[in-house]
């Protein structure tokens, strides 16, 4: 079974609006993290953001918050106020267990494309 | 800021070829990986380390190799390149801190020809 689950392989957005990219997480530990990247087309990987599974607030960090409802096992980033410069492919990734040992486990991407 | 360096940008080998791909980060991290990226399916991990001379085989370690003789240097091996190797190759590190990000290489695309 899939560990980290992206539904959507693409997804359009207009300049200025909203989107939330989808990621749910299939783990029996009840400690781990959860991680989003954006890999722009020139490839290198930027971390964006972290929830812990103890976190009672969901995290944000400027245009990117993460909206976690553990009970769903889902941790969507939403992106506000889409720019240009946010089309990229978009990956969520998992830490299990408490150590920070523990490889990252990676979805597939969803790839975003904002429109002018 | 962790700077993670990969050897080469772009590498194109011949089949049966050994093929070494380098990785070195600055940061002074117990822990390196390397992933290999192909369209549609994510990042998979190959193998990682935690400690200078540990490895742990990743989620595919079939036909690659690793090496860690010290700790900024992490090396994946390729003992015999087949066209099924082709791919990008990504580098990373970390802290042994649970919350912290990996951090990533610029990663190296290799064709396998």
């Known amino acids: 079974a899939q560990k980290i689950t992206q539904t959507q392989p693409g997804m359009f957005v207009q300049e200025k609006e909203a989107v939330t990219l989808d990621c749910t997480y299939d783990t029996s530990d009840p400690s781990y993290g959860l991680f989003w990247y954006k890999q722009p087309s020139s490839g290198e990987m930027i971390f964006l953001i972290y929830q812990g599974s103890y976190d009672q607030q969901n995290a944000t960090e400027g245009r990117y918050s993460l909206n976690f409802q553990k009970a769903r096992k889902s941790a969507n980033l939403v992106i506000s106020a889409s720019q240009l410069g946010d089309s990229a492919m978009y990956f969520c990734?998992?830490?299990?267990?408490?150590?920070?040992?523990?490889?990252?486990?990676f979805g597939k991407g969803t790839r975003l494309s904002v429109i002018a | 800021d962790v700077k993670v360096t990969q050897s080469s940008r772009y590498l194109v080998k011949r089949t049966g070829e050994k093929v070494f791909l380098e990785c070195v980060q600055d940061?002074?991290?117990?822990?390196m990986f390397w992933y290999r990226q192909d369209p549609g399916l994510g990042l998979r991990l190959i193998y990682f380390s935690y400690d200078v001379k540990m490895k742990e085989k990743g989620d595919i370690p079939e036909g690659y190799s690793v090496s860690r003789e010290k700790k900024e240097r992490f090396s994946l091996i390729l003992e015999s390149a087949s066209t099924n190797q082709t791919s990008m190759y990504l580098c990373?590190?970390?802290?042994?801190?649970?919350?912290?990000?990996?951090?990533f290489g610029n990663g190296t695309r290799l064709t396998v020809t």
């Open positions: 940061m002074d991290h117990e822990n």
């Open positions: 990373a590190s970390r802290t042994g801190r649970r919350v912290s990000p990996l951090h």
């Open positions: 990734a998992m830490r299990e267990g408490n150590s920070g040992n523990t490889p990252l486990v």
